[in-house]
């Protein structure tokens, strides 16, 4: 029995390694596969296309009016970042430091954004921008990537308010610092990390976003991910290298910012909970 459970060991992480290593090798392929056609002028039954250009990327920016695309993009992400630090970095402290009936329904709240998926709450809620004049503008695109996001930075700022020593804030308000003065001079330099670290996630997750930027985008508030889904599905002949030179842009663009994340965000750090 000694003998074969290392045995059953080793077997199973043979398995479990082989499975993974198939996963990253097929996900490898599709990613190059993807990134080969947008530079191959032709491609039949061939390992490798019979030359390569960059004229698709210049036809897929023409096309597609990437220009304006990226702009929305970049209006949206700025927007969603500096809209969610304002409501989330205070509405994390105040959960943090008080103590309130009915607060662990308030945390409930604002996980149920980030447990369920966005199609399940995005129909509704693109439903009431749609009455109240927002939805297919870009105020629309912003407010419906706020409903996640802000939870987002609520859950991701809690811990790192509760490292901080309430007795810093005391002395703080012994020596005369009103509330603006404490959260701005004193708090925020502290809670810098997890703003950072937040903030570049939430960044991530708004370029990535699709249900909830479909549901509510319009023709001039199209983010990047809702262009290349428009580009797929329209109908007509399309270019399927200029597709591809659009989507190798996309995911250029979020493995750029993941990449930036990833080097201030350590992910095994941030771990949200909720104070009992």
Known sequence: MERDQPVGARLWAIAVWGTVGFFILNL???IASVVVNSFGTRWFNTWLPAGFTTRWYVAAWEEFQLDQVLIVTLEVVAAVVVLSALFGVPAAYALARRD??????????FLLPLMVPPIT?????ATVLYRVGLAGSLSGVIVANLVPTVPFVILVMIPFVEQIDPRVEAAARVFGAG???????????LLA???????LLVLVRTIAMFELTFFTSGPTSQTLV???YYAVSAAGIRSGQSIDAMAVIYMVTTLIWLLIALRFVNPTQIVGRART
Not at 121 to 125: A, C, K, M, S
Not at 179 to 189: E, Q, S
Not at 193 to 199: H, N, Q
Request: charged share 10%.
């Open 28 to 30: 490898l392929a599709v």
């Open 100 to 109: 309130f009936p009915g607060k662990r329904l308030v945390m409930l709240l």
């Open 121 to 125: 709450f995005g129909i509704p809620l």
């Open 179 to 189: 509330t603006w003065r404490l959260f701005t001079n004193i708090l925020v330099p």
């Open 193 to 199: 990390p997890g703003i950072l670290a937040a903030l």
């Open 226 to 228: 809702v262009a290349l």
